[in-house]
T-cell receptor, first 117, second 112 residues
Framework: GAVVSQHPSRVICKSGTSVKIECRSL??????MFWYRQFPKKSLMLMAT?????????EQGVEKDKFLINHASLTLSTLTVTSAHPEDSSFYIC?????????????FGPGTRLTVL | QKEVEQDPGPLSVPEGAIVSLNCTYS??????FMWYRQYSRKGPELLMY????GNKEDGRFTAQVDKSSKYISLFIRDSQPSDSATYLC????????????FGSGTQLTVLP
């Protein structure tokens, strides 16, 4: 199946710093990537939809200036958490959908655990 | 009312049992239905994908969709301890964005 990678898998940072998370589709081109946030024992919460070459579409309640998304190529999207605070600590997961796919299936990355001290 | 309802469990079964996981939904526009398996501290893994109503079988897994009842199921035959995970149903309507709407997930433990 399609493989999606995320880097880093885990990051610990001090409050006020910015953290960049990379999401890559390794064996297919992804015109659309999605960024999710997941709290312990909870389902995935969609944060934003990222389309290659255009601005991301953010879900209601998600601060676009805090969670910067860049989808620079068909295989890479980045999420930057700016001026991180302890309440931003969470599990961040990206997914990618192949551009030519006629299905709704998405392939998920392994996730990035962010801890803000 | 949530768009997708899923019993969070936890569900514990003995090894070898048949497991039935279910979701109901309210949006009749949903056309694509998926089941994901998520191990602890890992990203979800696509298990089964079904378009519209019907059954789909893959090894020990069978997915069923009943659009008239707005009800989907995942059956796991001969369950194994390695099947212990959280199972998430997801669905989406036709359309270019194809955003997924997830159930809350069911935590399954298969006891050896």
């Amino acid at each position: 199946g399609a493989v999606v990678s995320q880097h880093p898998s885990r990051v610990i940072c001090k409050s006020g710093t910015s953290v960049k998370i990379e999401c890559r589709s390794l064996d297919f081109q992804a015109t659309t990537m999605f960024w999710y946030r997941q709290f312990p024992k909870k389902s995935l919460m969609l944060m934003a939809t990222s389309n290659e070459g255009s601005k991301a579409t953010y879900e209601q309640g998600v601060e676009k200036d805090k969670f910067l998304i860049n989808h620079a190529s068909l295989t890479l999207s980045t999420l930057t958490v700016t001026s991180a605070h302890p309440e931003d600590s969470s599990f961040y997961i990206c997914s990618a959908r192949a551009g030519t796919s006629g299905s709704g299936g998405q392939f998920f990355g392994p996730g990035t655990r962010l801890t803000v001290l | 009312q949530k768009e997708v309802e899923q019993d969070p469990g936890p569900l514990s079964v003995p090894e070898g049992a048949i497991v039935s996981l279910n979701c109901t939904y309210s949006n009749s526009a949903f056309q694509y239905f998926m089941w994901y398996r998520q191990y602890s501290r890992k990203g979800p893994e696509l298990l089964m994908y079904t378009y519209s109503s019907g059954n789909k079988e893959d090894g020990r897994f069978t997915a069923q969709v009943d659009k008239s009842s707005k009800y989907i199921s995942l059956f796991i035959r001969d369950s194994q301890p390695s099947d212990s995970a959280t199972y998430l149903c997801a669905m989406t309507s036709s359309g270019s964005a194809r955003q997924l709407t997830f159930g809350s997930g069911t935590q399954l433990t298969v006891l050896p």
